[in-house]
């Protein structure tokens, strides 16, 4: 088992989390 996988795993899901603010912020200042 590689340590990096975990790890690799958390920031793709933060980064994931904070694409997914983005686009909801986005999408209240369009309507």
Known sequence: ?????PK???LSYKGM????????TMHLRWN
């Open 17 to 24: 989390k904070m694409l997914f603010f983005k686009n909801f």
């Open 8 to 10: 690799k795993k958390a």
């Open 1 to 5: 088992m590689k340590l990096g996988k």
